[in-house]
């Protein structure tokens, strides 16, 4: 059976739901007999058909609300739909070649109301298939015989969510005897939504509940995963979920590790006698996302706890004026405490059973608990489907040999791990798309890989999420059915645009953007006050996890007014004047200019300090910052004078509120800029600190972290392509190239970019003040070389490169 996932062209957005522009929408919704399907539900619907000849093709197009997974003949076809909103629906389509005969679709579909993982948009249950030319009236919901069945084995509970926020989707409980004995008395489907007619076309109204829009991303990946090693077993103590579970010494040396080892490397079963318990904790020695997957036999009254975490506990308790609990050396087992989050299954016993979580996990570390009773409990097969949307990571840059190898390890882990039908911030506790985390995701992808769709994605939720806050500024995360406002976020969407004009073009998208650009903007002007900053912009003005500022916001943003929040802004203004320069309206470009001029001279007014040399974080000239600094650099908005004695005092010891992982970004992008790079290989020690202590992937913060994967720590390897390489776009969509290398103390770099057309391959070396190698580009692509205040121009093809 060969299936193809297929793209659709975009239709007219202002006729979505109006008139048909989609396949799907020539047939209707259906779900199960009315008070019988109300969330959270699970349900099963299936349909049987028959295939006249040999090798037809079947193309079709499916949906769901909340979610799907699509079975042709009990082999996944499909997980989806991808997240959106009610504005936004989306559907995916594929063509499979069939063999003459009887086939079966089965669809597991899920509604969980409170329950369902923030990030995913509802409306009300259903489900949508339609198929194309002579198989519709055969396949359609709304014409085709399709059944519908609850299933009643699962339940979920909120119970054993992690402390703070955690918004991935409640734990599930599984009786898997219920569960099997559906199937007996299906229900016909109910017509829930008809199928969209062209009528109303005419007069321009909009029958439809959803608005369609076509899958943009490729399926998510699948690949099993049964890596890693079981570390210690417990008989006894076992705990309950939401329970610390402790991890003596001699449970890292117990019989019975080699055996369990056995089943997870080479599939060799593994029977729990009857009566006993037992807690396996498997460390994949890699952080992972993926559906957790157990097959087995017997088991009758048994209960398999499958529990995920990023790493042991070395307390219970976070230490006084600490925020979160203290976890140590990610690799050690001993003498620590498992804490973790996950789900649970009950065999029905006398026979074999496979069970696949509805939802995916994610972390290191996993907790196999095992409770039997009556009946020994066999398990077969343990392992993980991993999850998440494909990447090719075609970039690579190579520093002295092995500089920098095992932190670009962690952060190619890291991105890989938030990358799904969305960014998300962190896979174990939101798994929402922040803008501030996915700029700094969305540069990273642009720097090794070719595919930009996910970031494409990403510009286009932020500009739908608008409408959540009354049109003006994007929410902080989205899709999510809570919005929330982060102001500071939406600035950065702004640079988010001009980063995708640089680094990829499409001129045509970014111009429909124009308009929301103009209007967030132009808001953020109405609380300018006549001191020419602004103050008051209600809401989060989260900046930077800084441990001396409340929630992470710089003092005075909610007082008499912040330097580093009206940098933020100079700074957005900066890349809408680019923006408007290239794409739109000059005479809005100058609009900006005079914003720019206005804000900047009231904060050289309000915030330098004289005294200090320094831009101060607050009108009272109480708190300085590494930030304010940064943004002062990067606006343009301090005299040459100024800029140094700034330099100075950014790379000297200082009493100055640091910038922590996720700004950094912001100050290798100012070292670099002025040609400090040194400040790059300094700035690194939180990262140092990740690979003693253990880390898989950059941690959200420096230690004590919550969250063990947050891909905004990925930046550093962005920079060692884009400022140590050197390598940069210096024209619309990678049009030409500037490759300006900065490498410190080192001697050599190796490095390939990838390009929308081709590859920028740069090889060079360093001794003294000189440079010598060769610099590779693409067909059609020229660009300039950048050396010491020397420059050549570079043609494409092969260029030798000698400078001293």
Request: aromatic share 12%; net charge negative; glycine share 10%.
């Amino acid at each position: 059976m060969k299936i193809q996932k297929l793209f659709l062209p975009e239709g007219d957005s202002e006729a979505v739901g109006i008139h048909r522009q989609y396949p799907i929408e020539e047939a209707s919704w259906v779900w199960g007999p009315e008070g019988e399907g109300c969330p959270p539900v699970f349900a099963k619907l299936s349909l049987e058909f028959t295939i006249a000849e040999d090798e037809s093709a079947l193309r079709f197009h499916v949906s769901a609300d909340q979610r799907y997974e699509l079975f042709l003949d009990g082999n996944l076809v499909s997980r989806g739909p991808e997240v959106g909103d009610r504005q936004h629906w989306s559907f995916s389509s594929y063509e499979v070649s069939l063999k003459a005969g009887s086939h079966r679709l089965e669809a597991k579909v899920w509604s969980l109301g409170e329950h369902a993982p923030e990030a995913h948009h509802t409306y009300r249950p259903g489900f949508v298939f339609a198929a194309a030319g002579e198989y519709a009236s055969q396949l359609n919901t709304g014409l085709a015989p399709w059944k519908w069945e609850r299933l009643e084995g699962i339940r979920l509970t909120q119970e054993r969510n992690m402390p703070g926020t955690h918004l991935v989707g409640s734990a599930s409980i599984t009786e898997e005897s219920s569960v099997e004995g559906m199937g007996a008395n299906p229900s016909d489907a109910i017509v829930t939504e008809d199928a969209l007619q062209d009528w109303a076309w005419e007069w321009g109204l909009r029958y439809s509940d959803r608005c369609y829009l076509p899958a943009r991303l490729p399926d998510q990946q699948g690949e099993r995963f049964s890596g890693g090693r079981v570390r210690a077993i417990l008989h006894e103590k076992v705990g309950e979920p939401g329970q610390f579970v402790s991890m003596p010494s001699q449970a890292l040396e117990d019989p019975e590790i080699s055996s369990w080892n056995q089943l997870l490397q080479a599939g060799v079963p593994r029977t729990v006698p009857a009566f006993s318990e037992r807690a396996i904790l498997w460390d994949m020695d890699y952080y992972l996302c993926g559906y957790p997957v157990l097959r087995g036999r017997g088991g009758a009254g048994a209960r398999i706890d499958f529990e995920w975490a990023e790493s042991l506990y070395d307390e219970k308790e976070p230490r006084s004026g600490e925020r979160d609990t203290r976890k140590g050396d990610r690799s050690a087992v001993a003498g620590k405490y498992f804490f973790g989050f996950g789900d649970t299954v009950h065999p029905a016993g006398g026979k074999s059973f496979c069970w696949r979580n509805y939802w995916w996990r994610s972390g290191r570390y996993i907790l196999l608990r095992v409770r039997t009773a009556e009946e020994p409990l066999e398990l077969t097969d343990v392992c993980i489907e991993k999850t998440g949307i494909p990447l090719d990571f075609e970039g690579s840059v190579r520093i002295d040999q092995d500089w920098g190898e095992r932190l670009f390890s962690i952060c190619q882990s890291g991105l890989e791990n938030c990358a799904h039908e969305t960014f998300v911030d962190c896979p174990y506790y939101e798994q929402l798309m922040y803008l501030g985390d996915t700029r700094l995701q969305a540069l990273c992808l642009y720097a090794t890989n070719r595919d930009s769709r996910l970031q494409k994605r990403a510009l286009e939720l932020a500009d739908w999420s608008r409408a959540a806050l009354g049109g003006a500024w994007p929410t902080a995360r989205y899709p999510s059915r809570m919005a929330t406002s982060i102001p500071t976020f939406g600035l950065i969407w702004v640079a988010m645009l001009r980063d995708h004009l640089d680094w990829r073009g499409d001129e045509e998208f970014l111009r429909t953007k124009l308009g929301a650009v103009r209007q967030l903007l132009e808001r953020f002007a109405d609380y300018i006050d006549s001191r020419d900053i602004f103050q008051g912009v209600p809401c989060w003005q989260f900046v930077d996890w800084t441990p001396a500022w409340r929630a992470g916001v710089p003092p005075g943003a909610t007082t008499q007014g912040s330097s580093v929040v009206n940098l933020l802004f100079l700074l957005a203004l900066d890349h809408a004047r680019h923006l408007e320069s290239v794409l739109g309206d000059k005479r809005v470009g100058e609009r900006y200019e005079e914003l720019r001029n206005r804000v900047r001279n009231g904060v050289r007014q309000q915030f330098w300090n004289e005294e200090r040399g320094l831009l101060a974080d607050d009108c009272d000239h109480r708190s300085f910052s590494e930030h304010a600094q940064v943004l002062g650099i990067l606006t343009d908005c301090l005299e040459d004078p100024q800029k140094v004695a700034v330099m100075e005092a950014l790379k000297s010891p200082n009493d100055l509120h640091p910038t922590t992982v996720y700004f950094r970004h912001y100050l290798f992008d100012a070292a670099f800029q002025v040609g400090a790079s040194s400040m790059y290989f300094e700035g690194l020690g939180d990262w140092e600190k990740m690979l003693k202590s253990g880390a898989k992937t950059p941690w959200e913060r420096p230690e004590p972290s919550r969250s063990d994967c947050h891909a905004w720590g990925s930046h550093p390897w962005f920079w060692a392509f884009v400022g140590v390489a050197g390598i940069r776009p210096d024209a619309p969509g990678f049009g030409s190239v500037r490759i300006a290398p900065q490498p410190g103390p080192r001697r050599e770099i190796v490095a390939e970019m990838p390009h929308p057309n081709g590859f920028i391959r740069v090889q060079l070396c360093f001794e003294g003040s000189a440079c010598e190698g060769s610099v590779e580009l693409p067909d059609g692509v020229t660009g300039v070389f950048e050396w010491r205040g020397c420059e050549i121009d570079l043609k494409d093809g092969s260029n030798s490169i000698g400078l001293d």
